[in-house]
């Protein structure tokens, strides 16, 4: 399952490809939402670690225009619960993830993205 | 006492071209892995740790036993693989005990290290560390098969000298991270190029006799402080 908080933290690899290469662009997605046990904590504590811009941008992707683009200095509970949506419960099932550089693409497969690279793309 | 995830939805066949953890006797090193992290459980649950990376995950069963100690909800359990197969069992076993893991098919932490940077709070890897020729564990990382979770190649250390030089760069400030290693893969050479390029201290967490070898489980911190 590739969910925004996973997709937040994937870069293209290719060898060469160092700037530009993040966020990884969605393409042809299929989207499955499920339930998963909210944990303010988490969201709060993780937000540090992940890039705003890039999880507003790739929730448009997915079809979720909830978040701000700017990140709010205070976060409330119905924007901690928002988040938790778009983080946790939105799951990329099928579809691509293409880098904004190279344009090399990222199948993802039952919700598995295959990040393997031929060797003459390994750095 | 934690219990052992549940395998059973597992097939044969996916023991076969996955790892069965059970199945390598006598290399017991999942178990020992698990038992290892078991000792460790309570510092484990007081750190707040926020983001989980297994390299190699197989089975799934080390991320799942982790993500019952610290909670389903409580981290981000992300697991690597270069094996399409042993990512979807990596997903059903999540599944199956209600622990959400991340599989991503992918060489070590590719991907993931340039965002990764000084997030990784703990790290798990059981590495393929039977010594081989280097022909031999170079072709079965190439075809990403079964031989790729054991097949080594000089001292065993091929696959995991090339990710120890990544470590450093993956661990939070109070990061930790889990490796599994033979005698045969000289321990305190690893541990010295640890402290030296890294300024990681370690410790043999827990050891083991499997047949002819020794099995331990290494942790690896930034300071003494942390353990």
Redesign the interface.
Same mark, same amino acid.
């Given at each position: 399952?590739?969910?925004l908080? /996973?997709h937040? %933290? =994937?870069?293209?690899?290719v060898k060469g490809c160092t700037s530009n290469?993040?966020p990884l662009i969605f393409q042809d997605v299929q989207i499955e939402l499920q339930e998963?046990?909210?944990?303010p904590?988490?969201v709060t504590?993780?937000l540090p670690?992940l890039e705003w811009g890039a999880l507003v941008d790739a929730a448009k992707q997915v079809g979720d225009t909830s978040l701000p683009p700017e990140r709010p200095e205070m976060m409330d509970d119905d924007l901690l619960r928002q988040l938790h949506h778009v983080l946790?419960e939105i799951h990329v099932v099928e579809g691509a993830m293409i880098c904004p550089n190279c344009k090399h693409s990222?199948p993802i497969s039952?919700?598995?993205?295959?990040? %393997?690279?031929a060797?003459h793309e390994?750095g | 006492m934690i219990p052992t995830p549940d395998l059973s939805h597992l097939s044969d066949d996916d023991k076969l071209h996955v790892y069965d953890p059970a199945g390598k006797l006598p290399y017991c090193d999942t178990f020992l892995l698990l038992d290892g992290l078991e000792k460790d459980a309570e510092q484990l649950k007081k750190q707040?740790l926020?983001?989980c990376l297994e390299i190699g995950s197989g089975s799934g069963c080390v991320s799942a036993f982790l993500g019952s100690i610290l909670g #389903?909800?409580?981290? =981000?359990y %992300?697991c690597t693989d270069?094996n /399409?197969r042993a #990512?979807?069992c990596t997903?059903a076993t999540g599944k199956q005990n209600k622990i959400?893991l991340?599989?991503? /098919?992918? !060489?070590l932490s590719?991907? %993931? #290290? @340039?965002? =990764?940077r000084h @997030?990784v709070d703990i790290i798990l890897f059981n590495p393929p560390y039977v010594p081989t020729d280097h022909d031999e564990a170079s072709y079965a990382q !190439?075809i990403?098969g079964i031989a790729g979770s054991w097949a080594g190649g000089a001292d065993g250390m091929e696959v995991t000298n090339r990710f120890l030089d990544n470590v450093g760069n993956l661990l939070s400030d109070h990061g930790r991270f889990y490796l599994v290693a033979l005698a045969q893969n000289n321990i305190p050479q690893i541990r010295q190029k640890m402290q030296s390029s890294f300024n990681l201290n370690s410790e043999v967490v827990i050891q083991r006799r499997a047949g002819r070898e020794t099995l331990h489980i290494l942790r690896f911190c930034r300071s003494v402080g942390n353990v």
């Open positions: 399952m590739v969910r908080i /996973t937040n %933290l =994937l870069a293209c690899h290469n993040f998963a046990e909210f944990n904590d988490f504590h993780i670690r946790m990222y039952n919700g598995i993205p295959n990040m %393997l690279l060797e390994i | 707040n926020l983001i #389903s909800a409580n981290a =981000l %992300l270069i /399409t #990512s979807i997903a959400p991340n599989p991503i /098919t992918c !060489d590719g991907p %993931l #290290s @340039s965002r =990764l @997030s !190439d990403a």
